[in-house]
Antibody, heavy 120, light 107 residues
Framework: EVQLVESGGGLVQPGGSLRLSCEAS????????MNWVRQAPGKGLEWVAN????????KYVDSVKGRFTISRDNAERSVFLEMNSLRIEDTAVYYC?????????????WGQGTLVTVSS | DLQLTQSPSTLSASVGDTVSITCRAS??????LAWYQQKPGKAPNLLIF???VLLTGVPLRFSGSGFGTEFTLTISSLQPDDFATYYC?????????FGQGTKVEIK
């Protein structure tokens, strides 16, 4: 059974930093691109970033470029999202999401999400 | 960025009804479109990928159709468990984008 468990969310002041983690199990982690998708309170879904199988290729939505960094550790079956210079508009539930086989952006399994609140 | 527009935004229906949700893309996405179901406080669940391929385990009352710029999610014989918000997503180009969502409510 595929499981994705996020952690690291919390309350942070504008300009602050947080590191989200996602631990995966139930599938061959090193064979899949991994994504982060977020959802602001009461709003729709927004793709944030993804990373290829060996961590050598990373892509970001324009609004987080230069502030967020995605990484992975295949030995630990984990993917991370380092978030710096956080803004109020980054407040959202952040989901770790596994891709469909052979896809970079098509996703199937989602974690339960971790809430990031940026507020003074 | 490629825009996806869902209609309607809200849909009121009764158990047993057949309902359809439309997703229109601002550019051709070929078959690279997925549909998700989300319930309050929960993560989305994939229903359909490649426009019409049902994920294993998803009830057969869900079906998807379309190609290019116009797509449809149909739910036949709506069940109580189907009242939720539905999103389409294109995954042909960066950034991946989602429709704004369609809330299916009990009439």
């Amino acid at each position: 059974e595929v499981q994705l468990v996020e952690s690291g969310g919390g309350l942070v002041q504008p300009g602050g930093s947080l590191r989200l983690s996602c631990e995966a199990s139930g599938f061959m982690f090193s064979a899949f691109w991994m994504n982060w998708v977020r959802q602001a309170p009461g709003k729709g879904l927004e793709w944030v970033a993804n990373i290829n199988e060996d961590g050598s290729d990373k892509k970001y939505v324009d609004s987080v470029k230069g502030r967020f960094t995605i990484s992975r550790d295949n030995a630990e079956r984990s993917v991370f999202l380092e978030m710096n210079s956080l803004r109020i508009e980054d407040t959202a539930v952040y989901y770790c999401v596994k891709t469909l086989r052979g896809s970079q952006l098509g996703v199937d399994y989602w974690g339960q999400g971790t809430l990031v609140t940026v507020s003074s | 960025d490629l825009q996806l527009t869902q209609s309607p935004s809200t849909l009121s229906a009764s158990v047993g009804d057949t309902v359809s949700i439309t997703c229109r893309a601002s550019q051709d996405v070929s078959k690279w479109l997925a549909w998700y179901q989300q319930k309050p406080g929960k993560a989305p669940n994939l229903l359909i990928f490649e426009a019409s391929v049902l994920l294993t385990g998803v009830p057969l009352r869900f079906s998807g159709s379309g190609f290019g710029t116009e797509f449809t999610l149909t739910i036949s014989s709506l069940q109580p468990d189907d009242f939720a918000t539905y999103y389409c997503q294109q995954y042909t180009d960066y950034p991946a984008t989602f429709g704004q969502g369609t809330k299916v409510e009990i009439k």
